[in-house]
């Protein structure tokens, strides 16, 4: 599991990791049972205080979303996660706002921006389809 965090986004980080998480989940990168990288671990991999991830990780587990099992480690959530379509869509949103803002202070137009996009979900279909065909 990698996640980024961007101290200059203007959101806590503990929301970033939050967010992140969400998303691996409703896209299909982290699956119910799917063992989380310990607090202390993402911490140093994240040059952050661990008690910023412990932060996220418990609103995640309060959410329904993570299961801790002490001593054993964080898991996304076997219950089933609460991530409706409609959440996915607000956490693209959120990406698309800062994907467009950053791409304004560049002084991309609309155009360009949708054609970096478009460029990047070809690619993601390409990645997609190479997965499939090296499968079993």
């Known amino acids: 599991m990698k996640l980024h965090i961007n101290p200059k986004e203007g959101k806590p ?35 952050i205080n661990p008690n910023t991830v412990a932060r996220a990780y418990r609103e995640l587990e309060q959410a329904g979303i993570l299961v801790t099992r002490q001593g054993a480690g964080t898991y996304v959530s076997t219950q089933g996660t609460p991530l409706s379509r409609e959440a996915c869509g607000r956490l693209l949103l959120e990406r698309a706002r800062a994907f467009a803002a950053e791409a304004w202070h560049l ?30």
């Open 13 to 47: 980080i503990y929301r970033q990791i939050m967010d992140q998480v969400k998303y691996l989940i409703a896209s299909g990168r982290l699956s119910p049972g799917d063992e989380l990288p310990t607090v202390r671990g993402l911490a140093q991999d994240l040059l």
């Open 107 to 136: 002084g991309y137009s609309l155009e360009d921006t949708i054609a970096l996009l478009r460029e990047a979900h070809e690619e993601q279909h390409e990645i997609s389809n190479d997965h499939k065909e090296n499968l079993p």
